[in-house]
């Protein structure tokens, strides 16, 4: 079977491996927007959903983690931003 060595481990790698900006929100109130929503409004904002934790057997719950991925600062319904990934620059 073929095997990956990752050598991605250090600090200063410039790539993650997630995109060039990666948002990582936090689902707060499920209530007031589903992922389909969710998804919506983010590509309305110009950001991509690439990850979704949805930790119920695929149904969304509060708590659940979403990850989208473009510039800027998503601000999306019913959710917290709680990090951001970007790739170090030269």
Do not use: W, Y
């Not at 409004?41 to 119920?56: K, L």
């Amino acid at each position: 079977m073929p095997s990956l060595t990752n050598n991605n481990f250090s600090a200063d790698a410039k790539v993650n491996g997630l995109g060039a900006t990666t948002h990582i929100l936090s689902v707060d109130n499920v209530s007031a927007n589903g992922i389909d929503t969710i998804r919506l409004e983010a590509n309305r904002e110009g950001f991509t959903v690439v990850a979704v934790e949805a930790s119920n057997s695929g149904a969304m719950q509060n708590g659940d983690i979403i990850a989208v991925q473009g510039t800027g600062t998503p601000s999306l319904t019913g959710c917290t931003l709680v990090g951001t990934f970007q790739q170090k620059g030269d």
